[in-house]
């Protein structure tokens, strides 16, 4: 085989673009409905909508059901790329969450119209596409929340413009692929997900005052939720959260320590909603940090602990913020840093309610525990801890006053009672999944409801049959 000059300079600035690191854009160039330019993804997006406009419901939930069956197919493949791409995470749980959502992600039956009707005739409420949304989505969930996200808009009848995070804009392209591929299997129309190669602050911006895009959504930290609340657009804001979890002295003790070990550990506590501080009463704290440990957690103590603090977090003028470098990591590499030898999947400690490890947001495989003498102490510190975002609360406890007052008072978007945190998006817990949960804007559990406008229609003295 003869190879001419220019097949030998494409090699070499393959070979370059590799070291230095851009083979992830070079990989993406083959996906469909991503592109070299936001303008150039905007305009194909517009044309698909338009196209989008005249399908059935009908064709819209074939289209979904391809999309569950890719997502299950290919659920592994996402995991490894999302861990291998982003360095966060864990890859059998990362299956589990892709499972999670072609599974429990709301289609086409989530959208139910309303009726009125009486003496002046027949009043119809339907809930209609916004046309174009924009997303920007997070590293932590990459393409789940580009696939849990798609199938919402698309049931809606809606199409997606995504400007996923650049951490993980491969592991998200990817899944804007599986979602296209999916729609041209089920007949649907070209580029009705779309995204660019290289997402930057710049084509977040364009999108965002693009007129193309009629509605925005937000999945991240509370800088992203910020600037899209500020756009002048309708905006679904799904922010931050730091979920105190409380144990009483009426829990079942063994149960509510595995909960705890198996909801905080869960890919490595990058979910949002993970149990990421633990309140426990005296009279149980023993009986709980034994059961972790006997659940797979290892306890650090004393100098342990700051050394942990030195590693996982950085310190400016006395305020905390997360060491990036270690956001997703397994506990076992951490433990080798302090020169422990173990496969643990979670770090626990004992600390005081003001401790760095209980306000700051982690995302780290570490539960800090903190002794309270009572329940009352427990909410009023656990409140505290989850800094009015809004976000998720859970509790072990068999005492239902304990139970309400603890919801009374964090007032978050979910609150799980007896069970691991990951029972409040559906695993294990009744209800569906959703990989944006939006405590700001008050959405909640979003699904294709939430990206619906509801639009009536009027009949005057007719269609009304009694
Ligand atoms: P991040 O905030 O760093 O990034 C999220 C997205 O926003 C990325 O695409 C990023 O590029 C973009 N972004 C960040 N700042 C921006 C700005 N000022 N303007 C425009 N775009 C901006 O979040 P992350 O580290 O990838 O994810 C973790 C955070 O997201 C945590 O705080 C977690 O609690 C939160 N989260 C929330 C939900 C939810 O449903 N509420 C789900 C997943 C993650």
Redesign the pocket.
């Known amino acids: 085989m003869r190879i001419d000059e220019n097949q030998i300079s494409e090699i070499i600035k393959n070979v370059l673009a590799n070291v230095a690191g851009e083979n992830v854009t070079e990989n993406a160039r083959s996906y469909k409905g991503v592109f070299d330019s936001m303008s150039d993804a905007l305009e194909a997006v517009n044309k698909a909508y338009k196209q989008y406009r005249s399908y059935t419901v009908e064709q819209r939930e074939q289209i979904i059901s391809k999309i569950r069956e890719l997502t299950l197919n290919e659920a592994e493949e996402m995991a490894k790329l999302g861990v291998s791409e982003t360095g966060m995470g864990r890859v059998s749980d990362k299956i589990i969450k892709h499972q999670l959502v072609a599974n429990k992600t709301p289609g086409t039956e989530d959208l139910s119209p309303s009726v009125m009707t009486g003496d002046n005739g027949l009043t119809l409420v339907e809930m209609a596409p916004y046309g174009v949304i924009g997303s920007?989505?997070?590293?932590?969930?990459p393409s789940e929340?580009v696939i849990c996200n798609s199938i919402g808009m698309i049931a809606g009848g809606n199409a997606v413009v995504f400007?996923?995070?650049?951490n993980a804009c491969k592991t998200a392209n990817y899944a804007v692929d599986l979602v296209n591929r999916a729609i041209l299997e089920a007949g649907g129309p070209e580029n009705l997900v779309v995204s660019v190669y290289k997402?930057t602050?710049d084509t977040?911006n364009e999108m965002m005052k693009s007129p193309i895009v009629r509605m925005l959504v937000?999945?991240?930290?509370p800088?992203?939720v910020r600037?899209l609340l500020s756009s002048g657009k309708k905006a679904i804001g799904?922010?931050?959260?730091n979920p105190p979890v409380i144990v009483d002295e009426t829990a079942d003790i063994k149960k509510a320590a595995r909960d705890i070990v198996a909801g905080a550990s869960f890919d490595n506590n990058l979910p949002?909603i993970a149990e990421k501080e633990c309140f426990a009463v005296d009279s149980i704290a023993d009986a709980l940090i034994a059961g972790m440990q006997e659940a797979g957690a290892y306890l650090i103590k004393g100098d342990q602990v700051d050394a942990l603090v030195k590693l996982a977090l950085v310190e400016k003028d006395g305020k905390y913020s997360i060491n990036k470098k270690w956001v997703g990591k397994d506990a076992g590499k951490f433990l080798k840093e302090l020169g422990i030898n173990s496969d643990a999947r979670l770090i626990i400690c004992e600390t005081n309610a003001l401790h760095p490890f209980v306000q700051v947001?982690m995302?780290m495989p570490v539960l800090p525990i903190v002794r309270v003498p009572d329940i009352d102490d427990a909410i009023e510190k656990a409140v505290a801890a989850e800094h009015g975002n809004r976000?998720s609360a859970h509790i072990h406890s068999k005492n239902i006053d304990n139970l309400t007052k603890f919801a009374r008072a964090v007032e978050t978007t979910i609150f799980v009672k007896n069970a691991p945190s990951y029972a409040g998006i559906g695993a294990g817990g009744e209800g569906y999944t959703t990989?944006?949960?939006?405590?700001p804007t008050g959405e909640g559990l979003t699904a294709a409801h939430s990206f619906t406008r509801q639009r009536r229609c009027v009949m005057v003295d007719g269609l009304h049959i009694v």
């Open positions: 920007i989505t997070p590293s932590t969930n929340t400007n996923p995070h650049p997402p602050m977040s937000a999945t991240g930290g800088g992203v600037t799904a922010g931050a959260g949002c947001e995302m976000h990989f944006t949960i939006a405590g």
